[in-house]
């Protein structure tokens, strides 16, 4: 019985996640707020790919984001060949590449407009009754792969981030939070690269001789799941 549920809401959420995706880019202005106010889910032992509609293309594991970067770009870039020990003469480097490879891609609209799903990672913080949930603070999370270290850079955020549990689960997370646990969740990310800038290649700022790439994301849907503790 509870499969059967669980994959009741799998399906109700895809069309959900399906018809929001299509239809919100028409009115992003006017659901700002109401996009980032979203239902606070468990995953129970699923994996977060079972709730990503087929549609979209999920960029969560390292294999999947290489293999979308060899679909775009075909081959990483010579790491070597950018770094230099003048920043001025590096900075030029990177600045030259990136518009090589976005004139490049500009005509791959297929790929440009798929539709795709990253993670970034979320803290409940202050419960806000209003909404009977919790605003979030979030941050970026980092991949290693054969490419680079890959961190997605989102755009177009929704005004208020608010994840919105049970009523049950609200009950034990105030709990948790009252004994000052760190309440983590995971935010699942959904839109389309940006059509100008849709990558950029760089270096970290931890260690200048790690490359890194920073797909740009126009941010048009989003879902949290509560981090199993």
Same mark, same amino acid.
């Given at each position: 019985?509870?499969?059967?549920?669980?994959?009741?809401?799998?399906?109700?959420?895809?069309?959900?996640?399906?018809?929001?995706?299509? =239809? &919100?880019?028409?009115?992003?202005?006017?659901?700002? +707020?109401?996009?980032? $106010? #979203? *239902? %606070?889910? =468990? &995953?129970?032992?699923?994996?977060?790919?079972?709730? +990503?509609?087929?549609? $979209? #293309? *999920? %960029?969560?594991?390292?294999?999947?984001?290489?293999?979308?970067?060899?679909?775009?770009?075909?081959?990483? *870039?010579?790491?070597?060949?950018?770094?230099?020990?003048?920043?001025?003469?590096?900075?030029?480097?990177?600045?030259?590449?990136?518009?090589?490879?976005?004139?490049?891609?500009?005509?791959?609209?297929?790929?440009?407009?798929?539709?795709?799903?990253?993670?970034?990672?979320?803290?409940?913080?202050?419960?806000?009754?209003?909404?009977?949930?919790?605003?979030?603070?979030?941050?970026?999370?980092?991949?290693?792969?054969?490419?680079?270290?890959?961190?997605?850079?989102?755009?177009?955020?929704?005004?208020?981030?608010?994840?919105?549990?049970?009523?049950?689960?609200?009950?034990?997370?105030?709990?948790?939070?009252?004994?000052?646990?760190?309440?983590?969740?995971?935010?699942?990310?959904?839109?389309?690269?940006?059509?100008?800038?849709?990558?950029?290649?760089?270096?970290?700022?931890?260690?200048?001789?790690?490359?890194?790439?920073?797909?740009?994301?126009?941010?048009?849907?989003?879902?949290?799941?509560?981090?199993?503790?």
């Amino acid at each position: 019985m509870k499969q059967r549920i669980s994959q009741s809401i799998r399906i109700f959420l895809c069309v959900v996640l399906w018809s929001s995706f299509h =239809e &919100l880019s028409h009115v992003h202005s006017q659901t700002g +707020i109401n996009n980032g $106010i #979203q *239902p %606070l889910l =468990e &995953l129970d032992g699923q994996s977060i790919h079972d709730f +990503i509609p087929a549609s $979209i #293309q *999920p %960029l969560i594991l390292s294999d999947e984001i290489e293999h979308f970067l060899r679909t775009l770009e075909h081959e990483p *870039p010579e790491w070597t060949q950018l770094q230099h020990p003048d920043m001025t003469e590096q900075s030029e480097r990177l600045f030259q590449f990136n518009r090589q490879r976005d004139a490049t891609r500009v005509t791959k609209t297929d790929v440009l407009e798929q539709p795709i799903a990253f993670l970034w990672a979320g803290i409940l913080r202050q419960y806000q009754s209003e909404y009977e949930g919790f605003s979030i603070a979030l941050g970026p999370e980092l991949t290693n792969s054969s490419w680079g270290i890959i961190r997605f850079k989102p755009t177009h955020f929704p005004d208020y981030l608010v994840a919105i549990p049970s009523l049950d689960l609200r009950k034990e997370l105030l709990k948790r939070q009252k004994h000052g646990e760190q309440l983590e969740i995971i935010v699942v990310c959904i839109g389309t690269l940006a059509p100008d800038e849709s990558l950029i290649y760089a270096f970290s700022h931890d260690d200048h001789k790690d490359g890194m790439i920073l797909p740009v994301i126009s941010v048009q849907s989003m879902m949290y799941f509560l981090k199993a503790s």
